[in-house]
T-cell receptor
Framework: GEDVEQSLFLSVREGDSSVINCTYTDSSSTYLYWYKQEPGAGLQLLTY?????DMKQDQRLTVLLNKKDKHLSLRIADTQTGDSAIYFCAEDGNKLVFGAGTILRVKS | DTGVSQDPRHKITKRGQNVTFRCDPISEHNRLYWYRQTLGQGPEFLTY????????KSRLLSDRFSAERPKGSFSTLEIQRTEQGDSAMYLC???????????FGNGTRLTVT
């Protein structure tokens, strides 16, 4: 079945780069997504990548996709305190399947 | 667009009571989803509508849960005879036709006492 796994916690210093990793199982996914969730809020779509792409860059965000290994990563350059949140990776089918989320803590 | 809107934001109810939540999707989106999220977990799929048709329901959706989307616009999720285990954040999301990204509302946080 579908399954998405993420590391649970990442702590970085302000100004450093953050890399959040994810593995997924459904090779038929058309898109893979990254969502951000701040405390008490819903999920904000950050970025997504089409499954036939290897990389997508969007300002401070870089998504890398290794389809062979079913590995997805999100790199945040120049991480700011406002980036502190939970980040969810998701794969699609007819519905999104989410990982448990990675808590990103940014220390000033 | 005005985004996905959910009402209420918070609901506290006593065990055994019925509750109903509402979701207003982005107006041109014909796909609508309900998810449930508990503390420390990612959102779990509950059910999915394409226009007014409910196309898929998760096994998580027990007989006490029912969702409707009568005119293919807003949707309601009702939980009957609530239990403490129903306490969670209930998230609604909508999307255009096909595999386009889903946009989420801010959720309804349910607390069953």
């Amino acid at each position: 079945g579908e399954d998405v796994e993420q590391s649970l916690f990442l702590s970085v210093r302000e100004g450093d780069s953050s890399v959040i990793n994810c593995t997924y199982t459904d090779s038929s996914s058309t898109y893979l997504y990254w969502y951000k969730q701040e405390p008490g809020a819903g999920l904000q779509l950050l970025t997504y990548i089409f499954s036939n792409m290897d990389m997508k860059q969007d300002q401070r965000l870089t998504v890398l996709l290794n389809k062979k290994d079913k590995h997805l990563s999100l790199r945040i350059a120049d991480t700011q305190t406002g980036d502190s949140a939970i980040y969810f990776c998701a794969e699609d089918g007819n519905k999104l399947v989410f990982g448990a989320g990675t808590i990103l803590r940014v220390k000033s | 667009d005005t985004g996905v809107s959910q009402d209420p934001r918070h609901k506290i109810t006593k065990r055994g009571q019925n509750v109903t939540f509402r979701c207003d999707p982005i107006s041109e989106h014909n796909r609508l989803y309900w998810y449930r999220q508990t503390l420390g977990q990612g959102p779990e799929f509950l059910t999915y509508f394409q226009n007014e048709a409910q196309l898929e329901k998760s096994r998580l959706l027990s007989d006490r849960f029912s969702a409707e989307r009568p005119k293919g616009s807003f949707s309601t999720l009702e939980i009957q005879r609530t239990e403490q285990g129903d306490s969670a954040m209930y998230l609604c999301a909508s999307g255009r036709q096909g595999n386009s990204p889903l946009h989420f509302g801010n959720g309804t946080r349910l607390t069953v006492t």
